[in-house]
């Protein structure tokens, strides 16, 4: 069947349950749904469907189950990895209205909602009980409590605060064939039976369920919170006063590196009052009560200094420490600024290895010709460099993804990831093959098939194919490098 | 075949592997072997392998793999559920062996460890270091790390730590084909790739692989700690308590409750200044720096004056809070101590619903003519009530086990858990068909085949077979109890 036969079919069922609201059918209203934040690659949907609620999805579900077509979940569209990306023969379900707070249970420290509801949007709800949901990716403002749970998304508060994973309890939601699924405990008892799927389903990347309702851990508002701001005259220092916080008894409420080129563009972008003769910089958070505060505040200056930090300043008040942050949140936007295309790169690494990342980085921006900004979840070991280049030069192009997949082989040989937090979406399959055997991989379309025989569900995200792996082990050849043990194995 | 014939065929081909030494063969010496700490339910292996090393291990699972020998692992034997009884027609393996601490790296906070390592041991190794290994079951002078991973082991203080889940960065193994794998980070990084294997290989009960070796977090020795101990006139009064602490902004290291007649039994027993006029106990925790606990320590009572504690203890030193603690620790043998025989019951529910449980089972008590002591993780929700029967009597093991499967299902309906800790094993098979729907259950089994295709490991464990839940359906009705909605299901 053609496709615009398969869009016609699909659209006549649709329209019944959705309406004119809830179905975009035109092509020319695709445009914000071609892509998520990774906006490397567009795909056009048969259609997209926004169901109002559960019943209307629930019968979406069905009329794909009888037809066959491929489904992709999204939420606000925020993603880096491109796993919200449409499936050309696919329905592209925006979940975005199902946006109820449903239940917030103060004693019980837990909110009930649905996936559509906004990350902020919770801590905003919650704020009137002393309370608030922890993970805080820097999309928190526009990203869906769905979209969080769907790449287990993390934040700068999570080394203290654990990643989705450890603040979501429950979810509820549909497998592919429409069928209801409960995971985890929604009334928030602990519970070991059975093995841990709601684990599964978190980072699951929309290719195992859709989850439409979440219950979250709400965690008490700290009283107060401080932090320091540390220079360093070089990124080795920097690197290693990281490990050595870490190796302390203190878990920062936050700790991020910035190197000296990503200081400046974003000193000149937001005057965070960051000190631009140092090679890098570090933020150093603690939050509690005032008294904790003030000791782990000491502490962690104390190991800063003797790690050979150059300068520390301390954020006085509440605007202070706000503004000290305002830097590190406008990282991305200042990189926008000084160059007309940069590529986000997402790996982790074991923290120790920090500084030699560093190093390494330096060299490749000599041999790729291009700039590079490093800002870090360092505490986490989760790297995040920015490669700049102009889209318009196809050459810089090649380049900057070559720079890239170079970045994301030696977090690997280091023991580290080719995402520490952004998923793999399609950005990353030539990565799963880096890090991943033959063995792993098939581990990994095993449990897909599990809960989706048909593989109707976000196709193509992920997991790579096997023959892709192939090829892919190819490229990393064909670029020049030395292939590492675990490229061996194709 | 015969199993006579079966059993000299495999010891044919383990006895060149593994030596005399490495091999029980003659059934006088499975006496230790035939169960775990769920003593109810005894088998008979065809032989116990005991291997000194992972070449061992690889070439007894080859000889399995040709052989079509069911696998059943084990550590330290342990376990409450069953999980490590032998099966008759397969070969119980032993990791005891594989106990060698591999590396400390007090900067990462990380210990690798081989899967038959002691949890204390862990914990006395690190010490030198300042570090600790968080998570803390009552058996942990005995039980293996790799136990722990299988059961997803918790503790008195994983409220505030976590469970094994939240404290373990990566596991290598064996699949039950021989097939070396590594999930989660080995070297401690970030990992988002792929589907979280190492969360659902934790807590899976030995059904999906073999883990060999374990890498877990390290936690920094608290500068100090501190216990209250509160008397409640009542237990709706202790119950509500528990929900006013989780509430407040401290999680507190550890929170117990002991009713009246377990607090009788464990002070005749250990004497731990226990007040024998209180209805219910609470044992309340706070650690950290001497500044932390002392605030913590005056919230935490405030909040236990205000809920109406009759009194409160405060331990004045480590060895006065050790001896608090001696009586929560002694639980079990005190209870032993009392009854001929005690069925250790675990569940979860909701921490709200922990008084409206302890009211319904004082009820049950009356219906079923037994006593029964409670100890609750009280602040995970997390029960124990231990029911006091003597095996002589077959009308008060019928009358136990009854009990206990109205207990199981009252938490269930509370949207509890059939188990909170201890795992399924063969103990719960019944108690699975009341919690999770057909569904749910054949998506365990498909989970289960993806690991192991033919089903030789551990199997008849933790999931049970849908025939077997019809039965089971049958039985919880015949046991003349109004039917919720998870049993009509069947």
Known sequence: MERAERQRQLLSRLRPILGEAGLVARAAGFGPYESDGFTAYRERPLAVAIPEDEKQLRAVLQVCKELGTPIVPRGAGT?????????????????????????IDPAARTARVQCGVRNLAISEAAAAHGLYYAPDPSSQIACTIG??????????????????????LGVRGYTVEGEPIELGSMRGALDAAGPDLLALAIGSEGLLCLVTEVLVRLTPKPETARCLLASFADVAQAGAAVAAL????????????????????????????????????????????????????AAMRQTLQACGA???????????????????????????RVSPDYLCMDASIPRARLAEMLNAIA????????????????????????????????DQIRRA????????????????SITGEHGVGIEKL??????????????????????????????????PQLHRCAEAGQLWVRGGRLPHPEIERF
């Open 79 to 103: 993603g880096l990895s491109g796993g919200a990306m449409p499936h050309p023969e696919g329905l592209s379900i925006s979940l975005a209205r199902l946006n109820r707070i449903l239940a």
């Open 147 to 168: 979209g969080n749970v769907a790449e287990n998304a993390g934040g700068v508060h999570c080394l203290k605060y654990g990643l989705t994973l450890h603040n979501v």
């Open 310 to 336: 150059t300068r520390i300043d301390e954020s006085r008040d509440e605007a202070e420490r706000l503004r000290f942050w305002s830097g590190r949140k406008n990282a991305f936007p200042a990189s926008g």
């Open 246 to 297: 870490m190796a302390g008894a203190i878990t920062p409420a936050g700790l991020e590196l910035m190197d000296g080129p990503m200081t400046a563009a974003v000193e000149d972008f937001v005057h965070a009052g960051y000190d631009l003769s140092a090679a890098a910089i570090l933020l150093c958070e603690a939050d509690g009560t005032p008294e904790a505060v003030e000791a782990e505040i």
């Open 430 to 463: 030539g990565g799963m093959c880096v890090q991943f055997s033959r063995a792993e991989l098939e581990a990994f379309h095993a449990i897909k098939s599990c809960w989706d025989a048909d593989g109707r569900l976000n196709p193509g995200k992920a997991i």
């Open 401 to 416: 993804e070559g720079f890239g997949a170079e970045i994301l082989e030696r977090a690997v040989a280091m023991g580290g």
């Open 363 to 394: 060299s490749l921006q000599q041999r790729w010709h291009l700039r590079c900004f490093n800002v870090f979840h360092a505490g986490d070991g989760n790297l995040h460099p920015l490669i700049l280049f102009d889209a318009k030069d196809p």
